[in-house]
């Protein structure tokens, strides 16, 4: 019932907020630094995060990390029950209460288009939507907004949506199935980056297919900490770092 999930959605913040004062409570006793619990998208979990828990772990032994991927829409619902303090995300949190929250935008990333290195667009110079449209696509499962947004790129062209031909929550599951086939994988530019070698290769693209906002969001109760200033900033150097290597 609404009344249900109002309760529940407290509920949920009570218990952030007691297990929160239990590891500050602990880490004052013992000199640990506790616990960062983080949701993140699955293009920021294969490419800055891993070096930057990395760093953070060796730089803070007594610290513990809970590291929880998926795509935007899971990961709003697991942040707004109080299962994950930091989330780091591309887009919104659309439907989500965010009352005891903070913010930060850290950037703003194109969509690029991964294909096989030998598919047929390859060397045809920049594509346009309508070529790319006559093609399967790929992309994340549960991604509403990936899903979204496509339909609208293709409407403006006054195109059907795109034929989805595989959705999964795995980079390496995508990434392998583009190398066997002709299908097209939109994804952000960082992620873009990383998943380009021999076999995969980004095309040009006549026009930009759409832009993404990339934010931390960061619950009032552990935004103090000298840890997540710790992390938050090494995660905004980390990301800085991606977009000037593109660039360059």
């Given amino acids: 019932t609404p009344a249900g999930e109002l309760f529940y959605r407290h509920a949920g913040a009570l218990r952030t907020a007691s297990r929160q004062a239990q590891d500050e409570l602990k880490a004052l006793r013992t000199g640990e630094a506790g616990t960062l619990r983080i949701g993140a998208g699955v293009a920021w979990s294969a490419t800055v995060l891993p070096e930057v828990l990395r760093d953070m772990r060796r730089d803070y032994p007594g610290l513990s990390i809970d590291l929880l991927t998926g795509v935007g829409d899971q990961l709003a619902m697991q942040f707004a029950e109080g299962r994950i303090d930091l989330l780091l995300v591309a887009g919104g949190l659309a ?6 929250a903070r913010r930060e935008q850290l950037v703003t990333l194109p969509m690029e288009l991964v294909v096989a290195r030998d598919h047929p667009l390859v060397g045809q110079g920049p594509v346009g939507v309508r070529q790319i449209a006559g093609y399967d696509w790929v992309g994340f499962a549960d991604d509403d907004s990936f899903l979204h947004l496509s339909a609208l790129l293709t409407a403006r062209h006054g195109l059907a949506p795109p034929r989805m031909a595989m959705r999964a929550n795995s980079v390496a599951a995508l990434g392998t199935f583009v190398r066997g086939t002709d299908a097209v994988m939109v994804v952000i530019s960082s992620l873009a980056s990383a998943m380009c070698d021999e076999t ?10 759409w832009d993404m906002p990339v934010s931390l969001f960061c619950r009032e109760l552990v935004a103090g900490r000298p840890v997540t200033l710790d992390f938050t900033e090494r995660l905004r150097r980390a990301i800085e770092t991606v977009v000037a290597q593109g660039h360059a």
């Fill in 95 to 100: 439907g989500q209460p965010l009352e005891d």
């Fill in 200 to 209: 995969l290769v980004t095309l040009p693209l006549q026009e930009p297919l």
